[in-house]
């Protein structure tokens, strides 16, 4: 078998499908996005597909080598969620061609179902008590929300009591029946962040994600030895190279490795395993589409140390289109009881409406996140 054809779709909301052709018709899909600069991996998609078409798919560790070690300069959010999405769409190749999902290339089943949370209150937390009860009566008992707003590097207790009164509020109404965690979202300095994790304590968040950006990692084992919160990252970390560090110097209790921005199926697999030999749970990071997702899925199923599934389901970034909205079978895809169940059908078990995906590619929405600033006009970070 031989590759022959790249094509990418740039969709609403802010997504990325990459669909790989072959000589013997077999088709593969993949999500190559990093959100905010969906055209710069577009252009890289392309720049590396050079090196594969005519190439055999089913050689997906010789391909991913030549994609990373190939080029003189490698590693990044572009190049690597480039790498990501046609790893991920190589896998659905292979199982498709083989007749088998990629959790059995991977080895097989070590769970029977993943948990999933939900997102609730938006970029910047409100209505989360209400959130909540809605995402309740669908079954999920487990939520992330944003930490808090903007926060200065040093700043005033009305910012930190307006943090924890949000958590305050959660706990007040729904005591232990529910579990969440907090991200920081990079947007808390050291400072601030060792008063805020001081005062969440007592409200027992399930994990503190990103409570510093990953660029000062080495805050996150001092910040890990003021705390017994568990303390959550890696959405911006792209390899195993960017992850032996964190893991090395330890702090993180759960890693969050994005299926669409370290390497694909093939590089997350081997942090998981790094992970899991560090003691360090899980938690695959997912805002966004279904190829993404379901290339998640086929490593929490296969990895013992994953604890938690993101999925964007409802999430304030699907303006103008849905989770499920270009799959066929969406019923692949129901929670009970908000979990996740393996994804059975060959390669990556998402079928794509490829009618609907061309038809909403033609005039794609250009996503930016907002640049925030602080009220004296500095730049604060989102
Ligand atoms: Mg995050």
Redesign the pocket.
Known sequence: MKITKLTTYRLPPRWMFLKIETDEGIVGWGEPVIEGKAKSVEAAVHELGEYIIGQDPARINDIWQTLYRGSFYRGGPILMSAISGIDQALWDIKGKALGVPVYQLLGGLVRDKIKAYSWVGGDRPADVIDGIKKLMAGGFDTF?LNGCEEMGIIDNARKVDAAIAVVAEIRAKFGNTIEFGL?F??RVDAPMAKILIKELEPYRPLFI??PVLAEQAEYYPRLAAQTHLPIAAG?RMYSRFDFKRVLADGGLAIV?PDLSHAGGITECFKIAAMAEAYDVALAP?C?LGPIALASCLHLDFVARNAVLQEQSMGIHYNQGAELLDYVVNKEDFNMVDGYFSPLMKPGLGVEINEEKVIACSKNPPDWHNPVWRYSDGAVAEW
Do not use: V
Request: proline share 10%; charged share 50%.
């Open positions: 992330k991200d979202h990079g994600e990103e959405e969050q990071h805002p």
